[in-house]
Antibody, heavy 116, light 107 residues
Framework: EVQLLDSGGRLIQPGESLRLSCAAS????????VSWVRQVPGQGLEWVSA???????????YYADSVKGRFTVSRDDSKNTAYLQMSGLRVGDSALYYC??????WGRGTLVTVSS | DIQLTQSPSFVSASVGDRVTITCRAS??????LAWYQQRPGLAPSLLIY???SLHSGVPSRFSGSGFGTEFTLTINSLQPEDFGTYFC?????????FGPGTKVDIK
């Protein structure tokens, strides 16, 4: 059974940094791109970032304009884990953050609350 | 960036009804479109990929069609468990944007 465990979310103050993790099991992690998607409770889905599989010339990273320059996505295939390093956090970054692989596999989400 | 719009934003239908949701892209995305269902408190669940391919385990009452800029998700014979919000996502290019969602309510 494929499981994605996203973690690291918490209450944090504006301007601070936070790292989210996405640990995968039951899947050939190395073959999949990993994406991060966020959702303010009760609202829509916002694609945030992705890191491609490492094979070939990868991994390549991609970002939404809203987080470019502040967030960094990475992966450690030896640990079957992806990361989202978030810096310069803003109140508007508050959301439930999901990691997802291959469209079908989603974590349960980890809540990030940015507030003073 | 590619923008997606969905219509309607809300639909209330009875068990057994056919429901159709439309997703339009601001530019052509070939068939690189996925549909998800999200029930309250849960992560999205994949229904359709490549615009018309049914994900494994998804009931056959769900179907998708379209190419380019206009796509539809059809639910034939709506069931009580089909309530929730439905999102489309384009996978043609980054950022892989989502539509705003269509909330389906069972009368």
């Amino acid at each position: 059974e494929v499981q994605l465990l996203d973690s690291g979310g918490r209450l944090i103050q504006p301007g601070e940094s936070l790292r989210l993790s996405c640990a995968a099991s039951g899947v050939a992690f190395v073959d999949y791109a990993v994406s991060w998607v966020r959702q303010v409770p009760g609202q829509g889905l916002e694609w945030v970032s992705a890191v491609s599989a490492a094979r070939g010339s990868g991994p390549h990273t991609y970002y939404a304009d809203s987080v470019k320059g502040r967030f960094t996505v990475s992966r450690d295939d030896s640990k079957n884990t992806a990361y989202l390093q978030m810096s310069g956090l803003r109140v508007g970054d508050s959301a439930l953050y999901y990691c997802t692989m291959g469209l079908a596999f989603w974590g349960r989400g980890t809540l990030v609350t940015v507030s003073s | 960036d590619i923008q997606l719009t969905q219509s309607p934003s809300f639909v209330s239908a009875s068990v057994g009804d056919r429901v159709t949701i439309t997703c339009r892209a601001s530019q052509g995305i070939r068939n690189y479109l996925a549909w998800y269902q999200q029930r309250p408190g849960l992560a999205p669940s994949l229904l359709i990929y490549d615009a018309s391919s049914l994900h494994s385990g998804v009931p056959s009452r769900f179907s998708g069609s379209g190419f380019g800029t206009e796509f539809t998700l059809t639910i034939n014979s709506l069931q009580p468990e089909d309530f929730g919000t439905y999102f489309c996502q384009q996978l043609n290019s980054y950022p892989q944007t989502f539509g705003p969602g269509t909330k389906v309510d069972i009368k």
